[in-house]
């Protein structure tokens, strides 16, 4: 079956460019009507949307926090991509990556990776 | 933006009670709402999509219903490892959104 894995440095400084990669491995990441999503959770707090990227390279972001992200998607790699620059403290957090299947009752997230810390300090 | 809201943020119950989740949106998603379960230190798990379907290999103890703005989360039976987070989530309109979550803990 689908599985997807986060991978990335744990520890990124104030300021500087946290950048995170979804493999994507079981299936082609290029087959079938799917967005791949990131989504982050603070410890202790719920889950926060960052933004989606299709097969095509179409995406769309929070707008909290579109002036600073970027989704990418290799498909070549089977994996995909995300760049969150001038991080903060705030950005502390677990984050996820997940497969947003296309429904007729609507999307849903129906895999997700196991998630990665990642946390931010000097 | 819509925004989710549930109820209770958390609850305590015994095996074998009946559960219920509630969530509201701000504005009217029809039926497109979503539950996921969350246990400590894992991926949340998708339980129920446009509000009353159940995922491929999700027990029937799960039930959702709702349309609109007002859902429901049901759990018929809590079992032990029904102990954990519940997230609704909308995917009717961008950006996506969660509700804050509520906590199921052993009575």
């Known amino acids: 079956q689908v599985q997807l894995q986060e991978s990335g440095p744990g520890l990124v400084k104030p300021s500087q460019i946290l950048s995170l990669t979804c493999s994507v491995s079981g299936a082609s990441i290029n087959i079938g009507s799917y967005y791949w999503n990131w989504v982050r959770q603070p410890a202790g707090k719920g889950l926060e949307w960052i933004g989606r990227?299709?097969?095509?390279?179409?995406?769309n972001y929070n707008p909290s926090l579109k002036s600073r992200v970027t989704i990418s998607v290799d498909t070549s790699k089977n994996q995909f991509s995300l760049n969150l620059n001038s991080v903060t403290a705030a950005d502390t957090a677990v984050y996820y990556c997940?497969?947003?299947?296309?429904?007729?009752?609507?999307?849903?997230?129906?895999?997700w990776g196991q998630g990665t810390v990642v946390t931010v300090s000097s | 933006d819509i925004q989710m809201t549930q109820s209770p943020s958390s609850l305590s119950a015994s095996v074998g009670d009946r559960v219920t989740i509630t969530c509201r949106a701000s504005q009217t998603i029809n039926t497109y709402l979503n539950w996921y379960q969350q246990k400590p230190m894992k991926a949340p798990k998708l339980l129920i999509y446009?509000?009353?379907s159940l995922q491929s290999g999700v027990p029937s103890r799960f039930s959702g219903s709702g349309s609109g703005t007002d859902f429901t989360l049901t759990i018929s039976s809590l079992q032990p490892e029904d102990f954990a987070t519940y997230f609704c989530?909308?995917?009717?309109?961008?950006?996506?959104?969660f509700g804050q979550g509520t906590k199921v803990e052993i009575k």
């Open positions: 446009g509000a009353s």
């Open positions: 990227v299709y097969t095509s390279g179409s995406t």
């Open positions: 989530q909308q995917s009717y309109s961008a950006p996506t959104a």
């Open positions: 997940a497969r947003e299947q296309e429904r007729a009752r609507g999307d849903a997230f129906d895999v």
